[in-house]
């Protein structure tokens, strides 16, 4: 038996570069999944748009799944392009620009493991 979650039948294969589409100057994202756990979530932004420098209490994953990120990471640039994924770690300043337009997938966990 399958359900919808935010719009999308779990239990079904779906074109993740699909859940956002770009638009002309803009940052678009679609929850994925949103749990006391954590959330994956779809962004497309659109070239030169981003995602200003902050920090976040757990750490995220970003996976770019087309086009090309600048991730900045404590001071640090990297560049990280479609099928390339980069942890930035919780409590370290961040940031994303887009070098060309480019979607990613951010995973975010929210609770620590049991000690």
């Known amino acids: 038996m399958t359900e919808k979650k935010q719009g999308i039948?779990?239990?079904?294969?779906?074109?993740?570069a699909g859940l956002?589409?770009?638009q002309p100057g803009a940052v678009v994202s679609r929850t994925v999944i949103?749990?006391?756990?954590?959330?994956?979530t779809v962004f497309a932004f659109d070239a030169g748009e981003g995602l200003s420098e902050h920090t976040a209490p757990f750490d995220a994953l970003v996976h770019v799944i087309d086009g090309?990120?600048?991730?900045?990471?404590?001071?640090?640039d990297h560049e990280v392009a479609a099928g390339r994924m980069i942890v930035m770690p919780a409590g370290v300043p961040?940031?994303?620009?887009a070098v060309e337009r480019?979607?990613?997938i951010l995973t975010m966990i929210r609770e620590r493991p049991p000690a």
């Open 102 to 104: 480019f979607k990613m």
């Open 34 to 40: 949103d749990r006391t756990a954590g959330t994956v």
């Open 20 to 22: 956002a589409a770009y």
């Open 68 to 76: 090309t990120a600048r991730v900045t990471i404590g001071g640090a």
């Open 94 to 97: 961040h940031s994303l620009r």
């Open 9 to 16: 039948e779990t239990g079904a294969a779906v074109e993740a």
